[in-house]
């Protein structure tokens, strides 16, 4: 600041030390003392302006006068009355310049808050951080103070943390995987705290590499591609309750084979027989007695699509080809569900929790309207696990239909 000063001084004394012996009007010593000539303006005087006065004689004696009718921009800091005196500034001068106001006192500290624990429940060895934020009032009004602290990693889910400030504080918590979650929360003075568990959500590409290893365990789990095949070509028993325009559920006696989400089903009920097929997307049907070209062959076909469209094997097979991604339920219910993100249909697939599908959601195309196939049970023989109840529901909730098998009489491999 001292050398600042005294080069502003010296810049201007250079610069006016010319015209001082040449100033137009300067009086000579045998002269009497001019009038002083009247400011162009009315505004407070500069320090520029000040020296430049002390070093004209035409204005030294006048700059006492338009300092006490204008006053100045600045004030009598130190290194400025060190400067002014250096040019002999007369000391009613320096009585004319505002001092410098008193040091802002220094802030007090925030209170000390109590103990913080963060705890994580996933995953549990997640880094913490914590951003403290407190106001402090002076006299140029109020401000927010933030101040970051990190502390390090939690040890089996949980960290205590310490010396943070009472008041406002966020919470940041991350890791590898994972979005970073932020929450804020209140520290009260010397008060322990215990935040609210932690559960972060894998990031996509986790979601992505989550879900494709556990779609693939999933396959694996019924005997992998081969498995499924078996699966597909499998015959069976059963029973079908069909939804009618009374939406009660009549049951029909069924027996049935396919391959690959093309099915053949032979239906028994208590006004005849028919045979429906459902092959390339289209269903046929040869209804005999008095279910021929009666309202219920039509509504046969509809049930052989349904049937077809909901196997396990087919289902499973289309989303194997397709980018998946995990979904997350933000519970702790322990269902996981795997969704495809590509693609002009859709497939959502829910696993109970022993890994096997319970459910699954599928749209035809993405002005369809959803149905909902569950899976609450399977029926075990051999090496083979094949559901033995499929609910199938519209996207209201009005069920559809529900298959039951009773036997599927094959053994793989054979």
């Given amino acids: 600041m001292r050398g600042v000063l005294w080069l502003i001084f010296c810049t201007v ?9 040449t100033a137009p009007g300067s009086r000579k010593p045998d002269q009497k003392k001019a009038a002083c000539p009247e400011r162009t303006t009315s505004t407070p005087l500069t320090f520029g302006e000040v020296i430049t006065s002390l070093n004209l004689p035409l204005l030294k004696d006048c700059v006492v006068e338009y300092v006490r009718q204008f006053r100045t921009t600045f004030n009598l800091e130190p290194l400025v009355k060190e400067a002014l005196q250096a040019l002999h500034a007369p000391p009613e001068l320096l009585d004319l310049i505002p001092k410098p106001p008193p040091p802002k006192p220094l802030p007090l500290p925030p209170p000390p808050a109590g ?5 994580c429940e996933q995953p549990a060895s997640c880094a913490i951080g914590v951003t403290d934020h407190y106001s402090d009032v002076g006299e140029d009004g109020k401000k927010v103070v933030k101040e970051d602290h990190y502390f390090g990693v939690a040890e089996n889910g949980r960290k205590v943390v310490n010396g943070l400030p009472a008041g406002a504080a966020d919470i940041q918590v991350y890791a590898d995987g994972f979005e970073m979650e932020k ?6 003075e010397n008060q322990p705290m215990e935040a609210p568990p932690f559960r972060l959500i894998p990031n996509v590409t986790s979601r992505r590499l989550k879900a494709l290893e556990l779609l693939n365990k999933v396959v694996a789990s019924f005997g992998g591609v081969q498995g499924l ?3 597909a070509q499998a015959p069976g028993t059963g029973t079908a309750s069909i939804s009618d325009e009374n939406q009660q559920l009549p049951e029909w006696k069924m027996s049935f084979n396919g391959r690959w989400g093309s099915m053949r089903i032979n239906f028994l009920g208590d006004l ?7 092959v390339g997307g ?4 040869e209804c005999k007695g008095k279910l021929r070209h009666s309202p219920q062959e039509t509504q046969i076909r509809s049930v052989v699509a349904l049937f077809a469209t909901s196997q396990l094997p087919t289902l499973l097979a289309g989303m194997l080809t397709r980018e998946v991604g995990l979904v997350e339920n933000g519970d702790s219910s322990g269902v996981r569900k795997i969704e495809t993100k590509d693609g002009s249909d859709y497939y959502l697939l829910s696993l109970d929790n022993g890994g096997d599908p319970s459910e699954v959601v599928y749209r035809s195309k993405p ?25 199938i529901k519209d996207a209201k909730g009005k069920q559809l239909a529900v298959f039951t098998v009773n036997d599927v009489p094959v053994q793989l491999g054979k």
């Fill in 367 to 391: 002005d369809a309207s959803p149905i909902t196939i569950s899976y609450p049970n399977y029926l075990k023989k051999e090496a083979l696990r094949y559901p033995r109840e499929i609910d």
């Fill in 183 to 188: 929450r804020q929360i209140q520290l009260q």
């Fill in 115 to 119: 103990p913080l624990t963060v705890v």
């Fill in 13 to 21: 004394l250079a610069g006016i030390s010319l015209d001082a012996q």
């Fill in 272 to 278: 005849g027989g028919c045979q429906a097929s459902f």
């Fill in 282 to 285: 289209s269903a046929t049907s």
């Fill in 229 to 231: 095949a078996e699966m």
